[in-house]
């Protein structure tokens, strides 16, 4: 073995305190290729960071490499800078490592200084073992020439599947290291295309069908462990609710769902609810059922002459917002799990505002993501719960369905703004955009929890 | 049937002529006594004719009965299938609205309403439609109204709610691919589907 550890270090910098003002209706800015930004400051008072890349170039720290290098960018907290030469820039090589990787390597040096003289707020090394099983990640404090955190994480060859979510977990943790949230590279995006339920990694990798073929499947939603989606079958103008596993990958049908036509399912936050809208003799209504105990279907609206569907739970599983015809065109209303207090919710002007759809309570609790038709073409908007004020994020083409991911920060949505309609992430904070992936025709978007790992004892 | 009984009728006469007409022959004795092969073979040929003369009858009969029983299959098929058609017309709507549009929509329905009338046991599915531009899950409960509106419309009018069914497909099964208001407009309807007794259906009278 002629060499035992090798690394990465990156050199970043944070944007604290430099995201007070939401930069609104930048949508209009082109997708960023690569995931790297190179000396473009996009947010007021945010210092310039940098990349920097040394080490041998085995084919784990370069895959590792890529993946943390997007994942960073795209949790909109940092500025990343390759320098010209980075690559030939050597930080520093060990000779053999200790045996034990979580040992500090004795030739890894820090070069503080120039960290913080090209403006970097933190530095960040990742490492392997000799047997590259394990990714071992320090952030280093550049201005305190000190290490701030360090953690581990298993990690199999470059081929196996759960390879890249491994390495967005690393960034993820090293978010949390830096700004107290946790990324959000380890999650997934589910969504509809040609009618078949589709699951995609975050940064677009990995699309994969998940629902079987010839089912016309609907409206996913992730349940708040990150292991099932239940979404609708259409069949011939009635629909079924399936709970899919993901791991085993087969859909069992909610019972009190065999009959009429159920869709727009969610799951309450601690699991045990699901509440969805339920069409038949009477119009459209929001129903719950309790899967803890496969009982008690209970009817939450009774609109004679109005439809209510699409609901939402708040996070602390209090509330329900949902969409209700009750005065017109389509608004959005709250009410209790219970189904009583109901009220609108997000104030609109009659005969001026237009229908609004498709709301989502944001993990944190403080917003409500919705659509809203804005001249014809659907925008995405956000109601903040205390004041009730609403802002439009979204300018630019069709964008509508709306979906949190777990940061409360960012949102995936569908939007038609290069002609068919794709995935697109926007950051709420500094509008910053970006699609996801080219699959065209893609609908009914739904951003996981954190992905749980899979097949190991979670640590 | 009184067909049948007048060709029988014929058939018989036919016969009793052939057996008299065999009978007389003896005693009208003119030149030579007949060979009697011959005359037995006369008498043969004569009985071999009546016999194809009832098979071709009965054929013809067989016939007759048969087309008039086609012409009768027929007509009725002709008449469902009108009925049918008038069953399986479509209404449309403005966007985003599920109310019945005064007019050549209420004619249509009137028409379902009398057919329904005339026919007890046809059931029907309605089927409700959308155009692409409203939210996608919205348009499932806007569709669903949509079949409802037409369901109220019958059911008001005095048909028993049992005999309709109502379902929404959304905008998820257009039948016009475009993305302009021709096809939207198309789009934004009410299917209706006879789920039952609609094998033999008839005319409400006067149509």
Known sequence: ?459 | MRLSLSITAGLAVILVAAACGGGGQPQVAVGPDPDSIAREQRIRDSIAAAERARRDSIARAEEARRRARADSIASARAETEAVLAMVAERIHFDFDRSNIRPGEDTGILEQKLRVLQANPGLQVEIVGHCDERGSDEYNLALGQRRSLSAKQFLVDRGINPDRISVRSMGEEQPIDMGHDEDAWAQNRRDEFIVIAGGDQLSRPPGM
């Open chain 1, 1 to 459: 073995m002629r060499r035992a550890t090798a690394w990465v270090v990156f050199a970043v910098s944070a944007t604290a305190g430099a995201s007070a003002v939401p930069v609104v209706g930048q949508d209009t800015i082109p997708p960023i290729e690569g995931g790297v930004r190179l000396g473009i400051t996009y947010t007021p008072g945010m210092r310039p960071g940098m990349l920097v890349l040394g080490g041998p170039r085995t084919a784990v720290l370069d895959s590792v490499r890529t993946i943390l290098r997007r994942d960073l960018d795209f949790s909109d907290q940092f500025e990343i800078i390759t320098l010209p030469e980075g690559d030939g820039l050597m930080i520093g090589m060990g000779p053999v490592a200790p045996p034990d990787v979580q040992a500090r390597p004795s030739g890894v040096f820090v070069n503080y200084p120039l960290y913080a003289a090209l403006g970097a707020d933190y530095s960040v090394g990742v490492f392997t073992g000799s047997d590259s099983t394990r990714l071992q990640v320090r952030l280093y404090d550049v201005h305190g020439e000190s290490e701030r955190r360090e953690f581990g994480l298993p990690v199999g060859d470059v081929a196996d599947p759960e390879f890249r979510m491994v390495v967005h977990r690393v960034a993820d943790g090293i978010v949390r290291a830096a700004t107290g949230v946790p990324g959000v590279a380890a999650t997934k995006v589910a969504f509809i295309q040609g009618k078949r339920l589709y699951v995609v990694d975050s940064d677009g990798a990995n699309r994969a069908p998940v629902s079987p073929a010839g089912m016309s499947a609907f409206s996913p939603a992730w349940d708040p462990r990150g292991e099932r989606i239940v979404f609708a079958e259409l069949t011939r103008g009635l629909a079924k609710l399936h709970l899919l596993g993901l791991t085993d990958g087969t859909p069992r049908v909610v019972p009190p769902t065999n009959d009429l036509l159920n869709f727009a399912a969610t799951f309450s936050p601690d699991g045990r609810l699901l509440a969805f809208s339920r069409s038949g003799e009477h119009g459209t209504d929001v129903y719950s059922y309790n899967l803890a105990q496969d009982c008690c279907l209970q009817r939450l609206t009774v609109g004679r002459f109005s439809d209510n569907l699409s609901p939402t739970f708040s996070p602390d599983g209090r509330r329900i917002a949902f969409v209700s015809t009750r005065v017109g065109p389509p608004q959005i209303y709250v009410m209790s799990v219970d189904g009583t207090g109901q009220e609108l919710f997000a104030p609109f002007d009659y005969g001026v505002t237009g229908s609004s759809n498709a709301p989502e309570w944001s993990p944190d609790g403080t917003q409500i993501a919705f659509h809203r038709d804005v001249a014809g073409s659907p925008q995405i908007f956000l109601m903040d719960v205390r004041s009730r004020e609403v802002r439009q994020l979204t300018s630019a083409g069709r964008n509508e369905d709306p979906t949190w991911a777990p940061d409360g920060r960012h949102l995936a949505f569908i939007s038609s703004r290069t002609g068919s309609r794709q995935v697109w992430t926007i950051d709420t904070e500094t509008g910053r955009v970006r699609q996801l992936s080219a699959f065209g025709g893609a609908r009914l978007p739904a951003w996981s929890p954190h992905i749980p790992v899979q097949n190991q004892p979670s640590r």
